[in-house]
């Protein structure tokens, strides 16, 4: 059965025992067809890591397996109390980049990382009891959060000259 909860610690002891089986270095003597099969299968092994360690990626998939395409978006799907978080978040951010304000963008990166988690276990129940709008709506705010974040992270940067 699916779930979107995973075990990080399994996930990536699971990662490595399979890229250790199926490394195109395991088969870099045999022929082409084997070092192809190889290759494939380590690509997909390490796309599925990828998807299954992001939780962003990870409830666009479990939507896909519910039968919802989650890169198609619906403006009615998004709350009012959404839009205005999203105009408040950003007008914070910019005035805390504009004025390289490192405190303040500390506390809306705390802020939203908290949005984030409250967000990921709502996703979690409204998938799990089968409520798909409300799920997939969760996801279009999980890809605002996600997008305000490294956003948060791009302004720190540039304050600090990284």
């Known amino acids: 059965m699916e779930s979107f909860d995973i075990d990080p610690e399994a996930l990536g002891e699971s990662y490595r025992k399979l890229q250790a089986q199926y490394h195109p270095d395991r088969v870099s ?5 084997a070092r192809l099969q190889a290759l494939q299968t380590s690509s ?19 939507l896909s397996l ?6 198609k978006y619906q403006q009615s799907l998004m709350s009012e109390d959404l839009l205005i978080q999203q105009m408040h978040w950003r007008e914070q951010l910019e005035e805390a980049a504009q ?8 506390n809306l990166k705390k802020t939203a990382q908290t949005e984030l988690q ?6 979690k129940t409204q998938l799990n009891e089968e409520e798909l709008d409300k799920a997939k709506a969760l996801y279009h705010k ?7 974040l490294q956003e948060i992270n791009r302004a720190e940067e540039k304050i600090l000259d990284y």
């Open 142 to 148: 999980l890809q605002f959060i996600n997008k305000i």
């Open 29 to 33: 003597g045999l022929d082409d067809t």
């Open 66 to 71: 519910k039968g919802l395409d989650p890169d």
């Open 118 to 123: 409250d967000c990921l276990a709502e996703f």
């Open 99 to 106: 004025d390289e304000n490192l405190n303040a963008l500390d």
């Open 44 to 62: 997909i092994i390490n796309q599925a890591f990828d998807t299954l360690k992001s939780p962003l990626k990870r409830a666009a998939y479990m």
